[in-house]
């Protein structure tokens, strides 16, 4: 289902899905049954009722086992940067990784979006809006990683968002490689590095 600026929710039923990457921001929901996702050299291990969010563009993949059902929820990168007029948007919220909080907000917003799915369409998309912007609230007040200031340690999953953002805002003009390595004060050699090294593809290759 498409709705609001963009926004998605699919219902997918035990498809796997080979590696690849997209600018949107997805968010998982295992409604039934386990799943595994690969990404950054990792695999997380999603139980039943298990939330996992992908933040914009890093390449994964899904295994989904026959009678896995599994809720993911789209957001534009657009739409969510121009929401917070930041620079590097990351979250972090993975209920299979931190043991440390309930996520029971998440899961409960997830299981009223399962259960408008399941009902079928009504006469406007309003309510779905709604639930999906309540979901989106939900991770920027309790899920979005805030960065440092100018002259702190920022993370490399922040870079990396920083160097996606950046391209994704710029590719229709021009991309400059040395430009985006001033703006992150290292050289254009080292972002080159780093991005082959986090992404497996080379920045070039990606920008195409």
Not at 68 to 80: A, D, E, I, S
Not at 140 to 163: C, K, N, T
Request: with cysteine; glycine share 6%; charged share 20%.
């Amino acid at each position: 289902m498409s709705t609001y600026q963009g926004m998605r929710l699919l219902l997918l039923h035990g498809e796997n899905a080979q590696e690849h990457w997209h600018p949107e921001i997805d968010v998982l929901f295992t409604v039934q049954g386990p799943a595994d996702v690969h990404i950054q050299g990792r695999t997380v291990h999603m139980a039943e009722e298990d939330v996992f969010l992908i933040n914009s563009s890093l390449p994964h993949s899904v295994d989904c086992p026959e009678g896995t059902v599994l809720c993911c929820v789209k957001y534009p990168w657009r739409m969510v940067w121009e929401l917070l007029g930041t620079g590097a948007v990351v979250f972090r919220c993975s209920s299979a990784e931190d043991k440390s909080r309930s996520y029971h907000d998440v899961r409960g917003i997830f299981r009223a979006l399962v259960y408008y799915y399941l009902r079928g369409r009504r006469r406007t998309d309003c309510l779905l809006d709604s639930h999906l912007l309540k979901l989106l609230d939900c991770l920027v007040e309790h899920y979005l990683v805030e960065l440092p200031g100018e002259g702190g340690v920022v993370s490399d999953e922040a870079r990396l968002q920083q160097i996606f953002q950046y391209v994704n805002q710029s590719y229709r003009e021009s991309v400059n490689l040395s430009h985006l390595a001033s703006e992150m004060y290292v050289s254009p050699s080292t972002l080159s590095r780093f991005f082959k090294k986090e992404t497996g593809m080379g920045f070039v290759e990606y920008v195409s």
